[in-house]
């Protein structure tokens, strides 16, 4: 049996389906951010995990809040590349319809949704934010989580007691600040771990 | 006191200077892949690793091999994002000289060199050969490492033996297979957690 895993990252992408392909990390808004943190949630050697869902908001002008998520179940056709998760980003802001949440290409999802919705809606779930200062992650028990995550900023005060409010845990990888990618790569990797140690035990 | 990281990944990208950077998957030859594992070698949220040099070895036509190495304490201007990698690769594609080594840009160094050549200057360290099937990475104690990892194919079977030959230990994170530059993000980290721990205790 594999853990569920849930991902949210914050991002401050434009949400203009304009996407400038050869600038993501300046006028796309650090969607490349965004594009990485989708390859490090799902990508394996021979696949993509089924096991995972990954949810964003982008905040960016001129259209936001646009929230974004993807279900392994269903994905398909994506590379792992930056530019080709960033294509299948633009082609979900060019369905975008602010009434009704749209399937724009299979498994990735666009709809208007805020954070407080995000949150309300997996409230069923555990949710635990990445935080330098929160409590190691070897001594968390990690179960049906909800991970929530900044971009290259850190989540606005405000954010963070909201999610505070919704009982997130605040849990720390370690005292370095890493790339929220890699922070999911981890996550994804020390779940296996564990997973395997106690079918093992 | 931080341990000194060095990461090769043997890569089947292409050795000419003219990158197709709208195709780093297709016709670069996956050189996606190694500016991922660039990526995931030096980058934190504040910077750079200056205690990591990276190592790859371009083995596509029409001009291989090509050996390409990062060291971090003097790496500047590039960015994280996989085009801005990929535009570095090919300059130092641009300038390299077959008679001698190269700085084509700060930090990057560009010359004709053969896998066994890189392991032959390099036998001072330790060479840790990622496999499936090695022994747990919990159970293996890390000291001066040099890690040598394929892209997304296996390493070929003359090449393993070779790094065998020179001592070469293969150690495991997982029965799964991950992408190259997971594990690397997954192997900074273990190695920042053990060093933490070791400073604690």
Redesign the interface.
């Known amino acids: 049996m594999t853990t569920y895993r849930h991902f949210y990252v914050k991002s401050r992408a434009k949400t203009s389906p304009d996407i400038n392909?050869?600038d993501?990390?300046g006028s796309a808004g650090r969607l490349?951010i965004v594009a990485?943190c989708i390859?490090?949630a799902f990508?394996?050697?021979?696949g993509i995990r089924k096991n995972v869902v990954f949810h964003t908001i982008l905040h960016g002008e001129p259209n936001a809040p646009i929230y974004i998520r993807l279900e392994g179940e269903k994905l398909r056709k994506v590379?792992?590349?930056?530019?080709?998760i960033a294509i299948f980003i633009g082609k979900a802001l060019k369905k975008f319809d602010s009434s009704k949440e749209i399937e724009s290409t299979p498994g990735i999802f666009v709809a208007r949704k805020s954070f407080e919705e995000l949150l309300e809606e997996n409230r069923d779930k555990n949710f635990y934010l990445l935080d330098e200062n929160g409590e190691d992650i070897?001594n968390v028990e990690i179960k049906t989580p909800f991970f929530l995550l900044g971009d290259?900023v850190d989540m606005p005060p405000e954010e963070k007691k909201l999610a505070l409010d919704y009982g997130a845990k605040l849990v720390s990888?370690?005292?370095?600040?890493?790339?929220s990618?890699?922070c999911i790569?981890?996550l994804?990797?020390w779940i296996?771990?564990n997973e395997?140690e106690n079918s093992i035990s």
């Open positions: 392909l050869k993501l990390p490349d990485r390859n490090a990508w394996l050697s021979y590379s792992p590349d930056e530019r080709s070897s290259n990888l370690d005292k370095k600040s890493y790339l990618s890699h790569a981890i994804n990797w296996d771990k395997q």
